[in-house]
């Protein structure tokens, strides 16, 4: 966008001249910058450990097996289990 301002032309005949769309110029303008003034750096307080295997709720009505995560909602579980022993 500075170069823009300093090339002393209206945003339409720079973004003619540049071949770019007026929306991208705004776009570029209103983008936040990353400056050393708002980078935050980040420290890691608590390390946390990622399980690969998730406990699975398995429902079992007669012959079928339906298993699903231990953090399926209850809610859930009883609108399945109405639907299957139906």
């Known amino acids: 966008m500075d170069d823009q301002q ?18 991208s110029l705004y776009a570029v303008k209103h983008k936040p910058s990353l400056t050393s003034e708002n980078f935050v750096r980040a ?7 990622i ?13 079928a097996n339906v298993s699903l995560p231990s953090t399926t909602f209850a809610t859930y579980l009883s609108l399945l289990l109405r639907a299957l022993v139906l």
């Open 51 to 63: 399980l690969e295997e998730q406990a699975l709720i398995t429902l079992t009505i007669g012959t």
């Open 6 to 23: 300093t090339s002393g032309l209206t945003i339409i005949d720079y973004c003619q001249q540049q071949q770019l769309s007026t929306s």
């Open 43 to 49: 420290k890691i307080t608590h390390q946390v450990e």
